[in-house]
């Protein structure tokens, strides 16, 4: 597992152990205090990260050649394969599927250095989210955003108004950037006493003691990502057990009104990836979840869920349903605009993959239609919608996971969901998650 996963992760240039969202690609984490493997380790592997891999914008065939001479990559994603069919049951399955888009990855990078055939779209969304592309549909979150701001003073009658008036909505309550390391303390707190409120009497005990938010907000300049949640995880305290450690790296350039900042929150942190991540490196630790718990990926039906899980965090903080069911309007009106913008994600991969719109026309529609600022349009169309990898697999898993999610909350009460959301049932992924539910 550590040599498919860290293996297609330096083809692409990823490094797990850089603990910058600048350097990591695929392989989101690497907490188990194992050896790293040959894929990582070999002098070659280090020639290829350092050359960007095939996401680079010439890639440096020599390298990439020398370093699959050394490592039989495409043979560590078969044997992943193998081994999935082998242990069968729930951890069988999830394996599998990590083999799936692994195998699905392997055969982009052969795309892209000219050794395979085009990968089709649909292979691709299908292996990422389990089910095919479609597009995005917007139109009942505008309509009720546009309520919204109209009681909150910002009345409009055309799209064009409408994006006037969300831009002075976040306007006046536009974030001061150099205040965000105060500002996300203070939210962080908010949002890890709701988490005890209304996410913990559903747990285990066991897992009551972990910190759910052990993160430092670090803003950056000029990245190509809005934010980057980094779960490092290999910190210790001097008993030997995890410290549960993350950085957020968020771009500074970002406008973001304070209800949308306090979404990011309950995403990236508690109880949404930070929390999750912590829950499983605990599960990790105490023999109750398998490696593959503890190299955690991007691209991949894992990522999905992650993101379903991280996009309903608010309502489960909150201990609601539904977004007009949040305390204030301000946040319901932040949350909305969060769930467009990754509604947009999903947009801008089937325009650009499915439809071949230019990136101007897709820019275009993300900014009318989804209401995104005129900085994410550019990147969601540009260097996230047109990668070979993040356009094709992982901007549609924005939606799928929210959506299946959202599904399963409506289906199954909190005290049979929520375990199984967060590892206690097994590591599951998009796909899996019902089989533990008996669904």
């Not at 043979?75 to 599998?96: D, K, N, Q, S, W």
């Not at 988490?195 to 670090?218: C, D, K, Q, T, Y």
Request: proline residues 6%.
């Amino acid at each position: 597992m550590g040599d498919a996963i860290l293996g297609i992760d330096t083809l692409w240039g990823g490094d797990v152990m850089c603990p910058s969202g600048t350097g990591r690609f695929i392989a989101d984490s690497w907490f188990s205090d194992e050896p790293l493997p040959a894929a990582y380790t070999h002098p070659a592997a280090a020639k290829v990260r350092e050359s960007g891999g095939v996401s680079a914008k010439s890639p440096d065939r020599a390298a990439i050649r020398a370093y699959l001479d050394a490592v039989d990559v495409h043979g560590a994603i078969r044997g992943l394969a193998g081994e999935g069919r082998a242990l069968g049951g729930l951890r069988g399955e999830y394996v599998g599927g990590l083999a799936l888009c692994f195998e699905t990855m392997w055969d982009l990078v052969m795309e892209l250095l000219g050794q395979g055939d085009p990968v089709p779209y649909e292979r691709c969304v299908q292996a990422s989210t389990g089910a095919a592309p479609s597009p995005s549909r917007p139109e009942e979150k505008r309509e009720r955003l546009a309520e919204l701001l109209a009681r909150a003073g910002h009345a409009s009658r055309s799209r064009e108004e409408l994006a006037a008036a969300v831009a002075a909505w976040r306007q006046a309550r536009k974030i001061p950037m150099a205040s965000v390391r105060a500002l996300g303390a203070a939210v962080i707190a908010e949002f890890d006493a709701l988490s005890v409120r209304n996410l913990l009497p559903h747990l285990p005990p066991e897992l009551h003691p972990v910190p759910r938010a052990n993160i430092r907000f670090l803003p950056i300049r000029d990245a190509w990502f809005s934010g980057s949640m980094n779960y490092l995880g290999r910190a210790r305290r001097p008993d030997g057990a995890p410290e549960y450690e993350a950085t957020y790296e968020i771009n500074a350039s970002l406008e973001i009104s304070v209800p949308e900042f306090q979404q990011l929150v309950s995403h990236e942190v508690a109880p949404g990836h930070v929390t999750t991540f912590a829950y499983l490196q605990n599960l990790y630790v105490r023999g109750l979840a398998g490696f593959e718990a503890s190299v955690l990926t991007m691209n991949t039906r894992p990522a999905a869920l992650f993101e379903g899980i991280a996009n309903n965090a608010i309502l489960i903080a909150h201990g609601v349903m539904e977004v007009d069911q949040l305390p204030d309007e301000d946040l319901q009106i932040g949350v909305l605009l969060a769930l467009l913008q990754d509604d947009a994600k999903n947009q801008s991969s089937y325009l650009t993959w499915k439809e071949g719109l230019p990136q101007e026309e897709v820019a275009a529609v993300l900014q009318r239609d989804f209401l995104v600022t005129a900085e994410r349009a550019d990147k969601l169309s540009g260097a996230w919608g047109r990668h070979p990898l993040l356009g094709r697999m992982y901007l549609p898993a924005y939606r799928s996971g929210t959506e299946r999610v959202a599904e399963l909350r409506h289906r199954y009460p909190a005290g049979k969901l929520l375990p199984a959301l967060y590892g206690c049932s097994g590591l599951v992924d998009v796909c899996t998650i019902e089989a533990t539910l008996g669904g």
